[in-house]
């Protein structure tokens, strides 16, 4: 399995879109702090994944999520979301 995953930054409530193959293992490594482009922003939490048995169909919603429209359509599956 495949997944795109959004976690999001207790620390300025913004957004980080990556994908995987192994969604708790990264989980774990972006709450530790070894991934550079997240380190800054701890805590995170899971907000939203998808997953696919496809890579192919995963790395094109990454790049949806990532957008402006991909932006939009997250804020607007989590509103509910504390």
């Known amino acids: 399995m495949y997944y795109v995953y959004v976690l ?8 980080y879109v990556g994908k995987t193959s192994d969604l708790k293992k990264r989980f774990d490594e972006h709450c530790s702090g070894r991934v550079q ?5 701890l805590p995170l939490e899971l907000v ?25 359509y997250i804020k607007q599956r989590i509103k509910n979301d504390g």
């Open 8 to 15: 999001r930054s207790a620390k300025d409530q913004n957004f």
């Open 37 to 41: 482009s997240t380190k800054n922003r």
């Open 48 to 72: 939203y994944y998808e997953a696919s048995r496809n890579s192919k169909d995963i790395h094109a919603r990454e790049l949806y999520l990532k957008s402006a429209w991909g932006k939009r």
